[in-house]
Nanobody, 122 residues
Framework: QVQLLESGGGLVQAGGSLRLSCAAS????????MGWYRQAPGKQRELVAT???????NYADSVKGRFTISRDNAKNTVYLQMNSLKPEDTAVYYC????????????????WGQGTQVTVSS
């Protein structure tokens, strides 16, 4: 139904920056909340940041002040600007989107990206 394609991951030194992008495509009439999650080695997947369709944002305490989530509704794309990166930010980052499938039905669903690796060296 909906596919999320991520890009922008890579290897950076501590203190550096990366910008992740996630573009949604497929069958949907509206994207609701979107967000970024990450899973570090040996740890469970955790919420990084979310943004509603109206632009309200929420961040994990560990990234507050360093990361910024944004979206371009015209492009069906969500971004994660990551500054002042730390080695503990190393993880696979996953894009998430809640979407409405049809205006005729009160039906929502969730989609996940394939993940993109972010590695921060010390």
């Amino acid at each position: 139904q909906v596919q999320l394609l991520e890009s922008g991951g890579g290897l950076v030194q501590a203190g550096g920056s990366l910008r992740l992008s996630c573009a949604a495509s497929g069958s949907f009439v509206a994207l609701n909340a979107m967000g970024w999650y990450r899973q570090a080695p040996g740890k469970q997947r955790e919420l990084v940041a979310t943004i509603t369709s109206g632009g309200n944002t929420n961040y994990a305490d560990s990234v507050k002040g360093r990361f910024t989530i944004s979206r371009d509704n015209a492009k069906n794309t969500v971004y994660l600007q990551m500054n002042s990166l730390k080695p503990e930010d190393t993880a696979v980052y996953y894009c998430n989107a809640d979407y409405r499938r049809s205006w005729l039905f009160d039906s929502t669903a969730a989609a996940w990206g394939q993940g993109t690796q972010v590695t921060v060296s010390s």
